[in-house]
């Protein structure tokens, strides 16, 4: 499959051709744009990539409702703007030149492509940023730090000085004046028009959508693949998919090879209740061998612990001439996640007990606590309440990336920075976290991120239903009664119930087993990945004598970090704690990696290639 790809220059008197280091034939000098639709009307210039899934719907306000999509994208913004993309249903990049202005938009979640950019160019891929000549990569202290906590960096800032990218439902504009940052989805839209329904009634309309964002979404095709892992939210794909679509189904479903808590004998029943044709793979941690394609492909420092189960699943599906894959990814995070500790901290607050937690969690930020012990849980249970308006924070800790830097201190990311600390009540802070952390980061940044980027990197469409535009305007307008179950006391205590709306509406459909059961979480088990002792050995050596570690990192931290870590296999420890120490050996690696590939310009794509 031929790679999408974009070089641009934001002044349109500059030839691209003349500022990369590649042969380009392109119709435009200043752009080049391969797999993009184009469209121009007198001094406007348009250019777009990804699907649209309400086309039909934007083309009626149109007398030619046959037009192409760019056509039609083009009419939108001559009529109303930027701000009429908000209405615009799938997963896409928008590029406008007119005059000397120009736009860069993208789809609320950032599905469709990438887009990275200097004060003079812009591209879609990462790595196609040193094909510009005049680019000289610097890593980026602060935004590494960043990741080395969050295991991710988020828009506008990247891995390299003097780059920027754009986050999904964001809009560049570039002009006379400068660069300006700005979104066609803001948290005032995102707190208005709230309704007032019945259960029954909004169980009805949320039936209604979600069966519409299947059926757009596997829109005339004969067969239809579904990620299936066990739960709701696959499960609500494959149970509602026979009511909209008389086609052949494929599930595919991924493991873990010796894993008691194996979700796949419930994949495997809900495939066989639903008539799906049934794949599975089992991951052994020989997966970690994919670690430098990913990490090439990904573009910055970047890890998480599903993306080696999303990388298994897309080679699975990749060959099998599916025209569609649906995912359930982005809905525990639309109807807000985290919510024991969304419920104490507000408890905790009303109790003016934060003053508490806030000395604690000074007091913890050193070795003692890094242990397999009561006081490494204490800490683990009180960041996460005390952080509920960060992102999900599974890497080092601040004092931990400060040493392992060699500095005193590092610029918080601004785009985290922003995020509003201070709340009034339980539904403020629930709506908050909604918004500028499960939706704009860990949705957004993360899940949605990782697995479209992965998708992409294999050639597979692959679509998330639950996060359908008319389902998040829909979901994000209920009440919070509709969207999580129980009072703040009930939800600290683990009684609440999460996702009800959604829940309400598949578990019906469901065998009992499946929903009667516990919920296990879902977690991809990271220690896997480094259980044999040779290849960790191997893995210390490469990390101590990488480049990196000479010019970067301070090589007397990771030779304690790795002993810490070889104490931490051994033992019947806590779970989390050893997918904590597993994350932060990850984010090590990849920054090695990293480093190899974009600094040094090293070539491979097997972990074997780098470790010998």
Partial sequence: ????????SFDKSVSISDLVNTELKNELSYVYANQFEQSTLGNIHLLFKGILYNKKDLSRSFPDENMGDADLLLHLFLKEGIKSFAKVNGKFLILIYRDDEFFAVRDRYGEGPLFFYTDEVFTNLFDQIFQ??????KPNKDAIATYLMYS???????????LKKLAGGDVLIKNKLGFELDSIFTYDEFLADRTVMDEAEALEEYERLFKQSIKRRIDGHKTVGALLSGGYDSGGNISVLPEVFQG???SYSIGFKDNPFSELPYARMMAEKFGAEHNEYLMDGSELEDLPFLVKNMGDPFSESGWMLN?????????KDLPVVLGGDGSDQLFTA?????AYRSIFKKRGLSPFQNLFSSLSKNSFFEKDNIFFRARFHNDKILGILRPDHFGMQKYQVLRLLGIKSFEEHPVLANIPAQFNDFDDLFNMRNFHVDIKQNSTEVIINKASRISQMYGVNLAFTYIDLDVFNFVKSLPRNLKVKGSIDDIAKGKGVSKYLL????????????TSRKKQGGFSPLEIFFANKEKRTKIYTYILQNDITKDFFDHQFLKKFFQDYESSVAGNYWFWYKQTMANRMINILVMALWWDLFIVKKQGEKLSDFIH
């Fill in 132 to 137: 510009f000549k005049s680019f000289v990569a």
């Fill in 1 to 8: 499959m031929e790679t999408t790809q974009l070089f641009g």
């Fill in 503 to 514: 829940k309400a509406l598949i578990k019906p459909k469901l065998p009992s087993d499946v």
């Fill in 338 to 342: 985290a919510l024991k500790e969304v």
């Fill in 152 to 162: 991710y960096i988020p828009a506008p800032l990247t891995s390299l000085v003097g």
């Fill in 248 to 250: 052949k189904i494929k």
């Fill in 311 to 319: 990388n298994s699943a897309m080679k699975l599906v990749h060959d």
